[in-house]
């Protein structure tokens, strides 16, 4: 790469740069900011800003023993991520970092055996079978509205810290929508992935140690006790699912995503599939995967979205107006009106701008990939920094940094440089579903209530996996007649 003229920080043995990175991001997000800034490259992604700086846009580091590669120039993005979904994936430091956590499902999956899981989940997400899931989603959020109101009727103040709420109501919708499970069950798992999450974002920082997961550690043996304990509650529900088709209660084993992995697996054992076969620990991987990747993203974009609504009440006013005129005065969308709510669209947009559901994308080339004159070897990971292309002056204007939803009125802009949902073949699957579920949740709370942002709000967006406010967001509620 140094005969390309690219250029990077020195690394240390075995550890790369993990070391400088880590004290860089220690030190960065160690207190909350001092206003509501949207500015939080140099906070969250502190490396990126001091490397690109010093050695360009374009440079190599190590994560550990895995050599990355910047790329920020959004025609070469566009080219890796729609040209060498085939040639490209998860790096085994991925592999590892999420073993534990969420298997080998679809987000984890290479080759031959991510485009047949695909295949399998693909319908799920997909026509009437999506349209299907208005309902559900309708419902939980009536529920969490009755609360909400409850609450706000009883303090004075009516503060709330609406994640709480938010992560509770997506997780009640992906366990019924797409493992058909009681809310309860839903909620154990739902307690126990978050746990896990945070016991498998700590431990990934020893990955550049070969065999680190294998240490006797705290991280590791609160990992492995977290890890049975899910997969004992996802079999009871797969076991239930089998037990009712067995004893002739049904006939097949759902209509939901659970119910496809079931009847994937039983067409193998008959003979049928491409040679790639579904187990009860791949169908576990994957019911772990959808559960994280259904509620948590989903449940962070209302998280932010509604702050940012809360910290600027003009647009808040806008949308409830669309929200009121286009469904009648407030009730429920139907999913026709979904499509016609143009500016509350236009506010998610800005707001998956701002928070990114991922904050960077980590791709391995697994055979030598050639980008423009760009040559990138096998075995090198390709590193898109997304959170800075999205707060990228030169591609968004001086106002990156701003809350403006007024840039997504028009649909045309450069490829490669909004990507919230990762682009290409294996852009994210469950995409459609999130913008239905945010827009229902978020029009039906916001006919509602009127909201303020707290005094008692701390401005501290953190990385764990994903963006999140380290202190939550509290939000004072006036419920609407």
Request: hydrophobic share 40%.
């Amino acid at each position: 790469m140094e005969r390309q003229g690219v250029r990077g920080p020195k690394p240390r043995f075995l550890t790369g740069n993990l070391l400088h990175m880590a004290s860089l991001s220690s030190s960065s997000t160690s207190h909350p900011m001092d206003s509501i800034s949207h500015d939080i490259v140099a906070r969250l992604l502190p490396h990126f800003v001091s490397w690109s700086h010093r050695y360009g846009n374009t440079f190599l580091f190590w994560n550990g023993t895995e050599p990355r590669l910047c790329l920020t120039d959004t025609e070469l993005i566009k080219d890796f991520l729609t040209k060498c979904s085939t040639v490209s994936g998860r790096s085994w430091q991925q592999l590892q970092g999420s073993n534990h956590f969420i298997g080998r499902g679809l987000l984890m999956a290479n080759g031959a055996q991510w485009y047949h899981q695909r295949h399998i989940v693909g319908p799920a997400f997909m026509g009437d079978r999506l349209k299907g899931y208005a309902g559900h989603m309708v419902e939980c959020t009536e529920e969490m509205l009755r609360s909400l109101r409850r609450i706000a009727a009883e303090s004075p103040s009516g503060e709330v810290e609406i994640g709480e709420y938010v992560t509770r109501l997506t997780a009640d919708i992906i366990a019924r929508t797409e493992f058909g499970t009681s809310y309860e069950k839903g909620n154990q798992i739902f307690h126990l992935l978050t746990l896990l999450q945070s016991r498998c974002a700590q431990a990934s920082r020893r990955l550049c140690f070969p065999g680190s997961r294998y240490f006797p550690s705290k991280y590791n043996r609160e990992i492995k006790a977290l890890k049975m304990e899910v997969e004992r509650l996802l079999m009871e529900i797969i076991e239930s699912r089998k037990d009712c088709v067995e004893i002739g209660r049904s006939n097949s084993y759902g209509n939901d995503l659970l119910g496809m992995l079931l009847d994937e697996m039983e067409n193998k054992k008959r003979g049928g599939g491409n040679g790639l076969s579904l187990n009860l620990q791949l169908i576990m991987d994957e019911c772990k995967t959808f559960f994280f990747a259904g509620h948590e993203t989903t449940a962070l974009l209302l998280t932010w979205t509604i702050m940012l609504l809360a910290s600027n009440p003009s647009w808040q006013d806008k949308v409830r107006a669309e929200v009121k005129h286009v469904c009648n005065g407030g009730g429920p969308p139907s999913l026709d009106q979904l499509s016609k709510l143009t500016l509350l669209h236009m506010v998610i947009n800005e707001a998956l701008r701002l928070y990114p559901p991922a904050t960077v994308l980590p791709r391995m080339a697994f055979e030598d990939i050639v980008l423009g004159e760009l040559h990138i070897p096998k075995g090198v990971s390709v590193w898109i920094p997304v959170l800075a292309i999205h707060h990228s002056k030169k591609l968004w204007g001086e106002d990156a940094n701003d809350f403006n939803p007024n840039r997504f009125a028009s649909k045309s802009f450069t490829p490669g440089r909004f990507m919230p949902f990762a682009a290409g073949p294996r852009n994210c699957v469950g995409q459609a579903f999130a913008m239905m579920e945010a827009k229902i949740i978020l029009a039906m709370f916001i006919s509602r209530f009127s909201f303020t942002i707290s005094d008692n709000y701390q401005h501290a967006p953190v990385i764990v996996l994903t963006i999140k406010p380290k202190y939550g967001v509290q939000v004072c509620l006036k419920p609407l007649d």
